[in-house]
């Protein structure tokens, strides 16, 4: 027992003291190359993942292979090593090692190391075993940190008011533009501090920006507030809309598909109409005997206050009843869009009739009867 | 306070906040907005829309919108009360039972006010209201609670503590009771119209079975306005 805590304790020393030469070895390191891992370091700590998988000189060998390799495959595929890029990598890949794998990231890959290597933490502490940051122990120092420099700056923006109240001069209101910019993602928000939050942490964080936006003189710190958000294309992807077809009478009409769950529908949308409407070779009346789904088939009509004046043969199969006059509905709206100004093709998106309903039915999940009610449960 | 411009920002940057993971998610992408149907909210012209109804709008040009739902429409017959209520009242999905209840109610409602109006003398007859679209949702509101009861158990006993109620508790409530009552405390042979009908034409007169039981449950919450600071929320 006595012989084995004194090898112990000779290992322990024997660590350590590789440790410190490393330490002094490097000029002003603040971060210890662990290759061998003491006890104290084995201490589980929430702040780092996880003992560090990549030392930095690995990942550095990898870039430098990843560059040399780079060059190679340039030289191999006949192209100029020097404007080789990844697309061009991905390619010349995808030709060299063909694969019919079904699984995209099974295939064979070739990017930088910064793609494929995740990016994780130093060590957050020195070699005495004292954490760097004043926050290390709360656990999730990145996050309380930004948090206090959000407040900090909440605070200091509303010193700034109270200054220009005081002397009574006007608070600037200057109007951001904010439909066309969000918040960052839960997802970006731990991609920028490397570091695994809550969803509470992440709202708690955004109700803070929110509360420091709604500020009026906020422009102080809009650099601060520029790094949270990002730009969101404020133009919506204009759909081209078909112009009007004339048929051998010489009457406009247009045509329109839509879908709903498993049903689909064509429908043909002519002008100078009576308001007669035949689905499958039916008129609506025998082939919907619900009003509901009459209704949905008038609704686009009704909306653009078009209900004499259009004429409109449908075909639709699959789906049950509601699903088929949803799929009409949507394939008439499509239609009417051609006969319709702009403006009003814009009330109609904003009235719903021209987005693709996305509800489908759930699956039936292992384990439970359907998707969401479970097997009776039985005491024993 | 922040100014009402500022609410209207907050508003608009807000990203999807999951405060609790909610068991309920929906196929659709978090920032679409709900469709506006009726007409008349597009026909305003400019100048008459208040700053919150302006930056709304701006919104709505830039987020994407869900698509309408099958029972919502534009015509003057759909309402999103009457159409709560069917839901309510419909048995393992037969939507076309509920709604031919539904309107059987609406035209028998209809047909007792026009009696009375044509019974009554001529200065009584403007007070007899007619419209059954406005003597459902008057009987329902005149059935929403204000302050609801919930059970809180503090050292092994549970009290009944009064809490306030949000909107949709309310109407929840409301439409509950009326379809419970209708569906228990009648004879085998009536029919749900005429129950119905029967029980919302007493709630508009602020009579009947589910007024009182409203005012049941205002006075339990009366009697334990004791134990009114166990709420925490």
Same mark, same amino acid.
């Given at each position: ?14 660590? !350590? ?13 603040? +971060? ?23 030392? $930095?000189?690995? *990942?550095?060998?990898? *870039? ?21 890029? @990844? ?15 079904? %699984?995209? @990231? ?8 910064? $793609? ?35 407040? $900090?700056?909440?605070?200091?923006? @509303? ?40 969803? %509470? %942490? ?22 601060? *507030? ?24 010489? !009457? ?23 308001? &007669? ?38 075909? !639709? ?37 021209? +987005?693709? %309903? ?17 097997? +009776?449960?039985? &005491?024993? | ?36 149907? =009726?007409?008349?909210?597009?026909? #305003? ?20 919108? =869900? ?48 009696? =009375?109006?044509? #019974? ?91 007024? #009182? ?21």
């Amino acid at each position: 027992m006595g012989g084995r805590s004194a090898a112990v304790m000779a290992a322990a020393v024997g660590r !350590v003291l590789r440790l410190c030469r490393r330490w002094g070895a490097g000029p002003g390191a603040q +971060t210890l190359r662990l290759i061998c891992t003491t006890t104290a370091v084995q201490r589980k700590n929430a702040g780092a993942s996880g003992p560090e998988k990549y030392t $930095e000189a690995f *990942i550095k060998k990898q *870039i430098e292979e990843f560059n040399l390799g780079k060059r190679h495959l340039a030289n191999m595929m006949g192209e100029d090593p020097e404007t080789f890029t @990844q697309e061009d990598i991905d390619r010349a890949i995808a030709y060299l090692f063909p694969s019919g794998l079904f %699984d995209k @990231q099974a295939r064979p890959l070739m990017k930088h190391p910064t $793609e494929v290597f995740p990016e994780q933490r130093k060590i957050q502490w020195g070699e005495d075993g004292r954490p760097f940051h004043f926050l290390f122990y709360t656990g999730k120092q990145s996050y309380y940190s930004l948090m206090h420099e959000t407040y $900090e700056k909440l605070l200091n923006v @509303q010193k700034h008011q109270d200054e220009l109240i005081a002397q009574d001069l006007p608070l600037q209101k200057e109007k951001r533009n904010l439909a066309g910019s969000r918040w960052l993602t839960k997802i970006e928000l731990e991609e920028m501090l490397v570091e695994k939050m809550s969803d %509470d %942490d992440y709202s708690r964080f955004i109700r803070l920006l929110e509360k420091l936006v709604a500020l009026p003189c906020a422009d102080l710190e809009e650099k601060y *507030i520029q790094k949270f958000s990002k730009e969101v294309p404020a133009q919506l992807q204009k759909v081209l809309i078909e112009p009007l077809q004339y048929d051998e009478r010489g !009457v406009a009409f247009s045509t329109g598909e839509g879908r709903r769950k498993t049903a689909s529908a064509t429908a043909v949308v002519y002008d100078n109409g009576t308001g &007669k409407i035949t689905v499958n070779g039916i008129d609506i009346l025998h082939y919907f005997p619900v009003l509901q789904d009459r209704e949905q088939l008038l609704f686009p009509f009704q909306f653009l206050g078009r209900i004499g004046k259009h004429d409109m043969v449908c075909t !639709v199969s699959g789906g049950g009843r509601s699903a088929q006059a949803g799929a009409i509905r949507l394939a008439s709206a499509k239609a009417l869009r051609s006969f319709v100004t702009e403006k009003e093709v814009e009330f109609m998106r904003q009235a719903g009739l021209l +987005t693709v %309903d996305p509800r489908v039915k759930e699956r039936k999940k292992p384990g439970q009867e359907g998707p969401r009610r479970k097997f +009776t449960w039985k &005491k024993r | 306070m922040a100014a009402p411009s500022a609410a209207g920002l907050c508003r608009r940057l807000r990203a999807w906040l999951p405060r609790i993971m909610p068991v309920r998610w929906s196929r659709y992408n978090p920032s679409y907005l709900e469709p506006e149907v =009726k007409t008349e909210a597009y026909q #305003k012209p400019l100048e008459e829309l208040t700053e919150e109804e302006k930056e709304q709008m701006e919104l709505k040009a830039v987020r994407p919108i =869900k698509a309408a739902p099958p029972t919502l429409s534009s015509s003057v017959f759909s309402d999103p009360m009457i159409s709560k209520f069917t839901n309510m009242m419909m048995k393992s999905g037969n939507k076309v039972l509920a709604r031919s209840l539904m309107s059987q109610t609406l035209e028998a409602i209809k047909r007792k006010q026009l009696e =009375k109006y044509h #019974k009554a003398p001529e200065n009584e007859k403007e007070t007899i209201e007619c419209n059954p679209y406005v003597i459902f949702h008057q009987a329902l509101k005149n059935c929403q609670p204000i302050i609801g009861l919930s059970s809180i158990t503090r050292g092994g006993k549970t009290y009944q503590v009064p809490v306030p109620l949000t909107d949709n508790r309310k109407r929840f409530l409301a439409m509950k009771w009326m379809i419970t009552e209708c569906r228990e405390n009648k004879h085998r042979r009536t029919m749900m119209p005429e129950k119905l009908s029967q029980e919302l034409l007493l709630a508009f007169n602020n009579e009947g079975p589910i007024i #009182k039981k409203k005012h049941v449950l205002h006075k339990m919450a009366e009697s334990n306005r004791a134990y009114a600071h166990f709420r925490w929320w």
